[in-house]
């Protein structure tokens, strides 16, 4: 018996094969958007897919001013920071972050599903998010996709 063919072959950062995707967020919800694009990223929806290694694909998403978020939660639900001074907890609504910076809203939800490492704000440099249906990734010839 070939002792080769049944060996494990890890992915690397040379043999890797990545892609550009485009997805449309147009009146898409924004949590079932967002997995979705976070294991596309990290690789998990190909073969060979490596845990150590970023092996997913660059993932450009379009209209992400008209996500959709289920129940109450474009007005109630809150995102907090902290500018590292006492006293300087921040919060802000969805519905604020979407009139100052209207991707922010997909950028943070991806990212909170990407692991908290090295790796993970490595694979936060694969996502390219634009408010409106333009994009400036063109040479790349993205596929587009449905989700």
Known sequence: MNTLSYKTVSANKKTVSKEWVVV???????????????????????????????????????????????????????????????????????KELMAKHPTRVVEKAVRGMLPKTRLGKALFGNLHVYAGAEHPHEAQTPKAITL
């Open 24 to 94: 449309d967020a147009q009146g898409e919800i924004l949590g079932r958007l967002s997995s979705k694009i976070a294991m596309i990223i990290r690789g998990k929806h190909k073969p060979g897919f490596t845990p150590n290694v970023d092996c997913g694909d660059n993932v450009i998403v379009i209209n992400a001013d008209k996500v959709k978020l289920t129940g109450n939660k474009f007005s109630e639900k809150e995102y907090v920071s902290y500018t590292g001074y006492p006293g300087g907890q921040r919060f802000i609504s969805p």
